[in-house]
């Protein structure tokens, strides 16, 4: 799943630009845990933007604190 994918990119612009990163870790993440568990990497990114929309966020200070 790349990030520079037009979905992607869709996603991105709905998050503020202090939330950006978080939402390109939480793609990342989720990405590679879809792809452990089931053999494929998949995401759907409205759903992970509306989840760092919501307040999600890591749980150690390496992104709250940019």
Known sequence: ????????REAEDRVPEH???VLQRLTQEYEY????RYGKGYVAYQVLADLVLAGWHPTDETLRTQ
């Open 1 to 8: 799943m790349p990030l520079d994918s037009p979905k992607y």
């Open 19 to 21: 939330l950006k990163p």
């Open 33 to 36: 845990h879809t792809a452990v």
